[in-house]
């Protein structure tokens, strides 16, 4: 009888050695995946990040792009008038010259 206990303890005790090795071995592999969905999620947010930081520098870009353009068609406007006050001095000049040499 005390054969049998002590048999029945050391299987007790195997059985409980062989449950807590798989434990570990579950816990390491729950671990693992953590780590690895936590690099992924990492690398994913990076992405999403620079793609975020290029849409807005197009944006910025684009904006200044048209900024630009709006200047420069406000530049060419004021040359313009700017050369038609020329030519409307420059036909004043001529008459005057003209009526001065009259």
Known sequence: MV???IKTIKEAEAQADQLEA?????CASILDDANAQ???LGEQMRAEALE???EEM?????AGDQSL???MDDVDGEIAA???K???KEQEAISAVIDALI
């Not at 798989?22 to 579950?26: R, T, V």
């Not at 197009?58 to 684009?62: K, P, R, S, T, V």
């Open 52 to 54: 975020k930081a290029k």
């Open 69 to 71: 353009k709006d200047s």
């Open 86 to 88: 020329a030519q409307s």
């Open 58 to 62: 197009n944006a910025a870009q684009e």
């Open 82 to 84: 700017l050369k038609e």
């Open 38 to 40: 936590a690099k992924e």
């Open 3 to 5: 054969e049998e206990t």
């Open 22 to 26: 798989e434990a570990d071995e579950k």
